[in-house]
């Protein structure tokens, strides 16, 4: 059983930024995909960010330039630096991993970016 527990989030103004960190509770941490995604209310869950195995970094339009992916595979976590924030990136931000068809995902961080 995979466990993912995201923190960093808060209470930050436009402009500001953030870091968040998933630490992951796995063996082998190196073999897991991980991504970032969101959810604001009332509105579907999107992707942010993935990170490969490879560390190959890919990022949703919404977020490239402003937003950095990050592993730590020592650590075993991933991280999202987030910058530049708009209020409109307010939202629950959940870490996931993926490998072999499975996909777990961790309890969410709240982001709120004020005006």
């Known amino acids: 059983q995979v466990q993912l527990v995201e923190s960093g989030g808060g209470l930050v103004q436009a402009g500001g930024s953030l870091r968040l960190s998933c630490a992951a509770s796995?063996?082998?941490?190196?073999?897991?995909?991980m991504a970032w995604y969101r959810q604001a209310p009332g509105k579907q869950r999107e992707w942010v960010a993935t990170?490969?195995?490879?560390?190959?970094?890919a990022y949703a339009d919404s977020v490239r330039g402003r937003f950095t992916i990050s592993r730590d595979n020592a650590k075993n976590t991933v991280y999202l630096q987030m910058n530049s924030l708009k209020p409109e990136d307010t939202a629950l931000y959940y870490c996931?991993?993926?490998?072999?068809?499975?996909?777990?995902w961790g309890q969410g961080t709240q982001v709120t970016v004020s005006s």
């Open positions: 996931t991993a993926l490998t072999s068809g499975y996909q777990y």
């Open positions: 990170i490969t195995t490879m560390n190959s970094a």
């Open positions: 796995v063996n082998s941490f190196n073999a897991y995909t």
